[in-house]
């Protein structure tokens, strides 16, 4: 009764382990962890316009700086490393960057559940092959302890031969329920996550918006400068030279405007695809909509390599 | 920068579609204008002005979608959840583990036994 009872729980795990399924979770781990790395180095990005519009400003406005009287105290062991800082010579304070740490927190967050969830559906044909070689291992040396306690080399070749057989045996077994609890806990984990994994892709979503209109307005403040410096030419009557050079920057400009809107908002696409993963885990997807999924997904990872390399 | 509190996404997507809108319209207004008028400088300090306020504008929902973030404190939620799916990954690739000390323990174990036989 008892082998009874694993054979249908192992038939039922083997049902719920289909490739397709596996195959989804790890597409969507790996673009959920590139939309995070998207996002976290467009805040990076934001974060070093900000230094740099901060340091600009300071110029424009000739303002003189020096080091705070806390960077001689460093040669003392022990003083505090932050208090050396640059500062204003006018006593006011200089305008810090925003880090935005909860949403890089967030981002972090995200890409490690992808990353996680990839890690768990990893091709069970790795552990098949280490889980089968440890048994035949073990089997062999059962076969060596035998031998050794019986004092004597004989039917060893047998043993090894037979014991060797039931390891692959058992290995089989093993893997099985490798890919059918795989299976189970991805469906826990992701059927569980999902209200805050929908909440944190539409947050970051948005955050994606906000990051756009930095960027694009950004990029047109560029253009818009060049344009400036271009009029001027024209009008002191620099030579053509001169006039060519910056016009010929207006139109890099402008081509680096059209690549800051092409940045796909990802997040969208991730909460879509853990959404169908949800549908897929309680049985309502087919495998044709599991392929699709693998597709898309290996798409919009492709457009996020792309992108991440143009920022 | 003191983090502004919102209403809600809509209103920043109003207040953007605005900014956008008032940009476009400088931009065109600039590119018909005289090179050396009085309206073309006026019109190039209205499109940075608005590419300032924009700039602002997107400062001001990201500080408003760091608080959400902060507040839903969603990055634990999510974290718990990613180190559950590690330590189950971690569980199958012990159990190989596993298999493998027993292997070396009865490789030991025969080697014990064999020297005790030798004696």
Known sequence: ?311 | MAKKPMSNWGTWQQARNTLVTSLGMNMDALNDSALASAERTQLGKNIERTLADMQEHALNGLRMLDLEAADANLAALITAQSKEAKREADRIKNATKDVQKLTKLVGKLTELVGLFGGL
């Open chain 1, 1 to 311: 009764m008892k082998s009874c009872f694993w054979i249908v729980a192992v038939a039922v795990l083997m049902g719920c382990s289909a490739p397709e399924y596996r195959g989804s979770v790890m597409s969507f781990g790996v673009a959920a962890d590139k939309a995070a790395k998207a996002q976290s180095e467009r805040l990076s990005r934001l974060n070093e316009r900000q230094i740099a519009a901060v340091r600009g400003q300071l110029a424009a406005e000739r303002i003189s700086l020096a080091p705070a009287g806390a960077c001689a105290a460093l040669a003392i062991p022990g003083s505090k490393v932050k208090d050396c800082v640059v500062v204003r010579s006018d006593g006011a304070d200089i305008a810090q960057p925003e880090t935005f740490t909860s949403l890089a927190a967030l981002n972090k967050a995200v890409g490690a559940y992808g990353n996680s969830l990839s890690l768990l559906a990893a091709d069970v044909a790795g552990d098949a092959a280490a889980f089968s070689k440890s048994l035949t291992s073990l089997a062999t040396s059962v076969d060596g302890l035998n031998a050794t306690l019986d004092g004597s080399d004989s039917g060893k070749t047998d043993n090894a031969a037979r014991l060797a057989a039931g390891a692959t045996i058992i290995g089989g077994l093993g893997n099985t329920f490798f890919a059918g609890s795989r299976v189970a806990k991805l469906k826990e984990i992701i059927v569980e996550t999902d209200p805050q994994i929908q909440q944190a892709t539409s947050l970051l979503s948005r955050a994606s918006e906000a990051l756009l209109l930095a960027e694009v307005s950004s990029a047109i403040g560029a253009a818009n400068t060049t344009r400036t410096r271009l009029d001027r030419a024209i009008l002191t009557g620099a030579n053509a030279e001169a006039v060519g050079k910056l016009q010929a920057k207006l139109f890099e400009e402008v081509a680096v405007v059209r690549q800051t809107a092409a940045v796909r908002d990802s997040y969208a696409a991730v909460g879509k695809a853990h959404a169908s993963l949800v549908e897929a885990s309680v049985g309502g997807a087919s495998l044709d909509d599991l392929k699709a999924s693998i597709f898309e997904l290996a798409a919009l990872v492709a457009l996020l390599d792309a992108a991440v390399e143009d920022l």
